[in-house]
């Protein structure tokens, strides 16, 4: 497929998860196999503000590419300079704006699925951001505040009317959350609707799953998160399965030096002690469902080096054999 004259080799794409999809989880999603992987969101008055924790949430690796970065904002003038600011540094090879996170910090500025009631500031936005740059530009909206998905499809208009080159859709309502069902129906009316690319994303659980959305919705690409959580091989085995038919599941010894390599990575990028703290909820996914996984949970719960890690990694895999 291709988004604007960016042609991307593949189906599938990493979703953008805050605090999951930073530099190190996307290299180790790409090294497996991945159409498309997407930053976390970045806030555009963060960057006009020079916020040094934003910025560095724009460290990216030439190897990662194509790489999507995701802003999230409602002031038209940050916005834009938000993402001219992003195309400069040259590490993005797509820019997509946020319409879907319904975290009540992001709503109350106006930002995230907030903006799908304001269909005139969105027009504002996406002129303003279109003209700033030329890189490739998406959006990844919800369905909007009810379930009808009417507001989807009137901001899935302006945007394609004002140069958005796809439109990502998560079709559950603001307040849904992740609760009930991603209604898939309503990425079928969207892709009839739109003349450009339509990815679909939404409980996507197994490789079948994405299959069953293709088949169901005609998108053009599907789009993965928590599963990919849980099995950062998932997207190489959908793209392995549409092209193929088939693919190879993942075995635990594949598991357990992906589980190393995130860990060594995460030790290098936010250094020993921070990474730590962070991976004792990251690594646990992978294990869901081993026999002994909550033991070693537990144990995760007071991990304080690289290599303590890497012993509870080896234990635990030693003890599965
Ligand atoms: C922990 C977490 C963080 C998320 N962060 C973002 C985000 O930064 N930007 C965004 O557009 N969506 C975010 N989402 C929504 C996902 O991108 C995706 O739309 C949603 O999880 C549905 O897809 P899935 O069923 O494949 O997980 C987040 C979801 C989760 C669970």
Known sequence: MKIKNLSINGKTFLAPLAGITNLPFRLLVKEYGCAVVCSEMISAKGIFYNSEKTLDLLSSKKKEQPLSIQLFGSDPDSMAKGAKFIQDLKVANIIDINFGCS?????KQGAGVALMKEPELTKTILTAVRKAINLPLTIKLRSGWDHSGQQ????????????????????RTANQGFKGKANWDLITKLKQQLSIPVIGNG??????????????TKCDAVMVGRAAMKNPFILS?????LATGSYKTSSNYEIFRAMERLTRMYVVYFEEKPACKMLRGRLSWFVKGMPGCSAFRKNLSCINSKNHILTLIKEFETGLV
């Not at 409980?203 to 169901?216: C, F, G, L, P, R």
Request: negative net charge.
């Open 203 to 216: 409980d996507i659980n197994t490789v079948e799953d994405a299959q069953k959305m293709i088949t169901h």
């Open 152 to 171: 989807a499809f009137k901001i899935a208009q302006i945007a394609q009317d004002s140069g958005v080159d796809a439109i990502i859709l998560h079709p």
């Open 103 to 107: 975290v009540k910090k992001v709503v």
């Open 237 to 241: 085995q959908i793209d392995d399965f």
